[in-house]
């Protein structure tokens, strides 16, 4: 009796907090600290660069689904006089046989999605992202497969579809280059076009996204004068809305 009260009061909840200790560590880390998980949520943290000439870019990660809220804040994060570089692959080809959508994961969690609830009524919207016709044949039929559990949900037909796919060497690498990598150099290569047109960016792309930008803009002269966090998906009972920002814990740093 003693061993079991032991592992049921004692051990159990110290090896559950050690795994979500070491969760809060990796997320961190590999995010290059835009990602932090606290008992109170997941929180998102967004970084301003400035430049010497005056010229500063807004990093704000993004999510697929969150709290309303967090896209109402992101949504105000935009000034008039900013540039804001949009992420979001086309298909001019229609090359992927499914539309993806997280409204279903959304419905479920009881929170928003980003396609539906995240509107920028402010700045110059500009498409920088690259197209479905840019990636691997891999990579599409890899999409293709993801994307009938998105439409259709996981049944045994669809189910049979994916045991039975057996990608070619070196597919992982295929995968992590067209979905990470060349979109990021796309983004930067708008970026660095479009820089003479304002000295305000804003750039609301995916959390995985964001190491690499945040790397390659400082090796153009930006650092990092101010961050804020933001509640992307709160844990536990939600809260009524106090309005916007209002919700937002800030902490500013120079660098």
């Known amino acids: 009796c003693a061993f079991l009260l032991l592992n049921v009061f004692a051990l159990l909840p110290a090896f ?6 070491c969760a809060s560590l ?10 932090a998980l606290r008992p109170s949520g997941l929180i998102l943290r967004s970084r ?47 090359l992927l046989t499914n539309r993806i959508s997280y409204q279903r994961a959304a419905k479920s969690l009881g929170l928003a999605e980003q396609h539906d609830d995240f509107n920028i009524p402010r700045g110059k919207l500009v498409r920088a ?4 016709q ?8 890899i999409l293709n497969l993801v994307t009938l559990v998105h439409s259709k949900g996981l049944n ?23 979905l990470l990598v060349k979109r990021n150099e796309h983004l930067l290569k708008e970026l660095h076009k479009r820089l003479p047109e304002s000295d305000n960016f804003v ?18 002269g930006f650092h990092v004068v101010e961050s804020r966090e933001y ?25």
């Not at 559950?16 to 200790?21: D, E, H, W």
């Open 16 to 21: 559950v907090v050690y795994l979500a200790l």
């Open 26 to 35: 990796a997320l961190g880390h590999f995010s290059d600290g835009f990602l």
């Open 48 to 94: 301003k660069y400035a430049r010497d000439d005056g010229k500063t870019i807004l990093l704000f990660p993004m999510s697929h689904i969150a709290e309303a809220e967090f896209y109402e804040a992101a949504s105000q994060s935009v000034t008039t006089n900013s540039i804001v570089l949009l992420e979001g692959v086309a298909d001019s080809r229609n």
């Open 129 to 132: 992202d690259v197209d479905v």
């Open 134 to 141: 840019d990636f691997s044949s891999t990579t599409i039929d």
């Open 156 to 178: 045994s037909s669809d189910l049979l579809r994916f045991l039975q796919y057996s990608p070619p060497p070196g597919a992982e690498q295929l995968l992590f280059a067209d």
């Open 203 to 220: 750039i609301p792309w995916g959390a995985a996204h964001m190491p690499g930008i945040a790397e390659e803009i400082q090796k153009s």
């Open 231 to 255: 509640v992307s998906i709160r844990f536990g009972a939600k809260k009524h809305k106090t309005g916007g920002a209002g919700k937002i814990r800030d902490s500013e740093h120079s660098k």
